[in-house]
């Protein structure tokens, strides 16, 4: 049975949470490996709907385990806080599994996101502000705290006075803030503890086990390729790696275990946050992909910018990712456009480019080289298969996968959970 990695083809926001509650009543376990309350997955149930950031989105899917696995960085208030709005509406969060190693959001790591954006004013990177980055860096630094630290109450203190010795340097004489008193942090950590002890566990071990026994684990990527720190367009990037590598160190598994890589693809692109994006638009048509399209961030409700679909970067997400196949999402929203423009290539210093330049320079000198593909105004969120779709969206669609490097192998129709065209199963 298969261990799958799903992760966001583009700059994030794709709609994995659809895919992956989607597949959620055949997976066993759903994993989340990088990136912590960042991300926002909108999931529709019936006539429910549920914005999480922090939990694996298969949470929702009775039978599944959902792990946060050890590449995750975890505030732990909004942890229980999404636990208990799930409780609240009567969904089960039981079985959850949290990490160890999975190092912690400390009030100490969001405040210094939130002063270094602003003191780098119009250099700033858009952060969402959750303290992810400064959660990051003191992992590498060697200074994070981390979930297994709640239970040693000594330790806890310790590191907790350490990363702060530092960091009060920085807000006092740098950012002209109150140094923060590290008895006040180990005291709230602390008031987590006992809660999210019954979730604490040897994930990699777990995961493992749960793989050699032929069980279906989902591993589940936050933000996107485009935003990986490595891969992505840094340094206007998140601070880990949603590509599929990301996937076998933040849950401990290794390559030779993962059989599948899906990207989700819209069938256009959205970016939030500063950076380069080739194909956005400042006119009426982005604004209209915007409302059809509901492009507000669900986690910090800014607006996302908007543009005609890249397969450049599409390209790009199959090779640094090993793609197997597409999940091609939101087609609904392009319904109602006469010709549909696709970037097929970036004309940079009068040169045509076919491939993602590694060069930062480049990417921001890229101009796009469309090619106008007919477009369809039949209703499509009713189609069950392929063959239901109108004649030119199927030619998009074919158009876009051959243009991409892998096989489509679902589309979205519309934002419920059945409003999808499944092409190749991916449990197969
Ligand atoms: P950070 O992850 O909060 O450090 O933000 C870094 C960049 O990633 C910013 O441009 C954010 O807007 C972007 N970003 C972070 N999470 C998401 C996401 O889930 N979807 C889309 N963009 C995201």
């Keep these: ?54 939990l694996p989105s298969g949470i929702l899917s009775p039978g599944c385990t959902p792990v946060i696995g050890n590449g995750v960085v975890v505030d732990p208030a909004v942890l229980l806080s999404e636990l208990s ?31 270094t954006e602003r003191f780098l004013g119009s250099r700033k990177i858009g952060t969402t502000g959750r303290g992810i980055g400064p959660t990051y860096a003191d992992k590498i630094n060697r200074v994070g705290i981390r979930v297994q630290d709640l239970y040693d109450e000594s330790i806890l203190t310790q590191k907790v006075e350490a990363a702060l010795d530092f960091k009060n340097q920085i807000l006092a004489k740098l950012y002209n803030r109150r140094a923060i008193e590290a008895g006040a942090i180990v005291e709230e950590l602390l008031t987590y503890a006992e809660q999210i002890k019954p979730y604490v566990a040897d994930t990699t071990l777990i995961l493992n086990n749960a793989i050699d026994e032929g069980k279906v684990v989902l591993f589940e990527g936050g933000q996107g ?30 390559p030779t275990k993962i059989s ?19 194909t956005e638009l400042f006119d009426k048509d982005g604004e209209a992909l915007r409302t059809i399209g509901g492009e507000r961030g669900v986690t910090t409700g800014r607006d996302r910018r908007c543009g005609w679909f890249d397969a450049v970067i ?64 039949e209703d499509i969120t009713k189609a069950k298969t392929f063959a239901d779709l109108p004649k030119n969206a199927q030619a998009y669609v074919k158009a876009l996968e051959e243009m991409s490097g892998a096989p489509i192998s679902a589309i979205g129709v519309g934002p419920g959970r059945t409003e999808t065209i499944e092409i190749n199963s991916f449990l197969s």
């Design 1 to 54: 049975m298969p261990a799958l990695v799903l992760l966001g083809a583009q700059w994030g926001d794709e709609g994995k949470g659809k895919a992956t509650d989607l597949l959620g009543g055949s997976v066993d376990y759903v994993v989340r490996y990088q990136g912590g309350n960042n991300a926002g997955h909108t999931v529709v149930v019936g006539d429910q709907k549920y914005a999480l950031h922090l």
């Design 260 to 278: 599948r890589v899906i990207g989700i693809l819209k069938a256009y692109t959205t970016r939030v946050g500063a950076g380069p994006f080739p």
């Design 225 to 254: 390729t485009l935003l990986d720190v490595d891969h992505g367009t840094y340094p206007f990037v998140t601070s880990s790696n949603p590509t599929a590598g990301g996937a076998c160190t933040g849950a401990g598994v290794g």
């Design 85 to 115: 709005g799930l409780n609240e509406r009567g969904v089960d969060t039981s079985k959850l599994l949290v990490s160890g190693n999975a190092h912690l959001i400390t009030p100490y790591h969001t405040t210094v996101d939130k002063v």
């Design 314 to 377: 599409a390209r790009y997400a199959t090779r640094v990712n090993g793609l197997t196949d597409f999940f091609l999402t939101k087609l609904d929203v392009l319904t109602g456009w006469e010709q549909i423009p696709v970037c097929v290539a970036y004309e940079i210093d009068g040169k045509r480019v076919e491939e993602l330049p590694y060069s930062q320079s480049d990417f921001h000198h890229a101009k796009p080289i469309y090619e106008m593909l007919p477009g369809w105004s």
